[in-house]
């Protein structure tokens, strides 16, 4: 009887000493770099080794290396300077004593976000060398070869650190898609796959994109995966893997774009697993849209059935529950499971204790074992 695959989105907790690194890095500060490399190597021994001591098939280096998902590509590409306009979400705008609480906890943050002001250029490929190198040589160390490394997508760099450049919106996609291109292949051609993360496909909806009718959002974002398939057009589809999210917040997320309203363009995508949040409680009822769009037999569907903004552990029989569920509707052969989202999406920050974050991975692996026995 064949096992249901576990993975999770790739983020998890960097050390404080790196995290320190990291934002003194983001800040334009001197520091040591042979520490960096030091503590960096460290600190990508220990969440492979905890990933695998879990027991999670999928794994990830846990983006050690990067202040954020998105915003770590302005130190490899030349061409961004200032800041970017910051957009609160459209939920919290409709509470904004509950906006205004999250901003006096210190849950926000602070870290570069500028914008696109010149010709974007590469100008360093060490990093994301030393990235593969790194994950590679601890991947050999565990015997472990099931293994992903995250990129920003361009539709997710725009979103971040928009265009002032550039004379369209499409020229600056094009531009970041045939940088970004290298990334992907590069990562791909190391025999690990590539995760691309898109919240500009959902969480951007209601973040910078407020102000659009849903048709016109729609139609951004079948800009956005036709430049995302222009920068894949060298990578094996079997190596691609996507991640959608409405925003890794607790919040109300009653503005977020249904689930059903994005498929069909997500679908257009040369990818071969979706991770989806799908434990969020304003998502998880979508599963039911797969009765109607129906997932190409060719792709994987990787449901989110781990929440990554409460630290209430899960118990493995919801997490086998959930996935039942989904089997309904999704063939057993068509399933991982993973988690929402990533549980340290910028450096230094995130709700969930270091400790629980592996024992929510846990129950993740032992809860995809009892729902493989039933499914």
């Known amino acids: 009887m064949s096992s249901i695959l576990t993975t999770h989105v790739g983020s998890l907790p960097r050390s404080k000493g790196l995290s320190e690194y990291l934002f003194a890095k983001d800040r334009g500060e001197k520091f040591n770099q042979s520490n960096f490399d030091d503590i960096l190597r460290d600190n990508i021994d220990r969440v492979v080794k905890k990933q695998i001591d ?12 990067k202040i954020s998902y998105a915003t770590y590509i302005k130190d490899r590409i030349d061409g961004f300077s200032g800041e970017s306009e910051r957009r609160a979400p459209a939920d919290l705008d409709d509470f904004p004593e509950y906006k205004e609480k999250i901003a006096k906890s210190g849950g926000t943050p602070t870290y570069t976000r500028p914008c696109c002001t010149n010709e974007l250029k590469l100008k360093d490929e060490k990093s994301l060398l030393n990235d593969i190198n790194n994950f590679n040589t601890t991947l050999k160390k565990y015997n472990h070869h099931n293994a992903f490394l995250n990129a920003a997508s361009p539709g997710v760099i725009n979103v971040f650190m928009p265009n002032k450049f550039y004379k ?8 970041l898609s045939s940088i970004m291109a290298k990334e992907y292949e590069a990562i791909t051609k190391s025999n690990i796959h590539v995760q691309l993360d898109c919240p500009d496909l959902a969480l951007a909806r209601h973040m910078n994109f407020k102000s659009l009718s849903e048709n016109e959002f729609i139609k951004r974002a079948e800009l956005q995966i036709e430049c995302l398939n222009s920068a894949l057009s060298n990578v094996d589809i079997d190596q691609t893997r996507m991640h959608i999210c409405w925003g890794n917040y607790e919040g109300p997320h009653t503005h977020d774009i249904a689930l059903e309203k994005i498929l069909p363009v997500i679908l257009k995508s040369k990818i071969k697993y979706f991770l989806i949040e799908s434990s969020n409680p304003r998502h998880a009822h979508e599963w039911k849209v797969f ?6 037999k060719d792709k994987i569907l990787v449901p989110g059935v781990i929440d990554s903004t409460s630290n209430f552990v899960e118990h493995p029989e919801v997490v086998a529950d959930r996935l039942i569920q989904f089997s309904t509707v999704i063939p057993k052969d068509q399933l991982m499971a993973g988690t929402d989202c990533g549980f340290s999406t910028f450096a230094g920050f995130g709700k969930i204790d270091e400790k629980i974050c592996y024992e929510k991975l846990h129950a993740l692996v032992e809860g995809t074992k009892l729902a493989s026995k039933v499914i």
């Open 168 to 175: 369209s919106e499409q020229e600056y996609l094009d531009k």
């Open 291 to 296: 009765q109607e769009i129906k997932l190409p």
């Open 54 to 65: 879990v027991g999670i098939d999928f794994i990830s280096d846990g983006e050690m290396s």
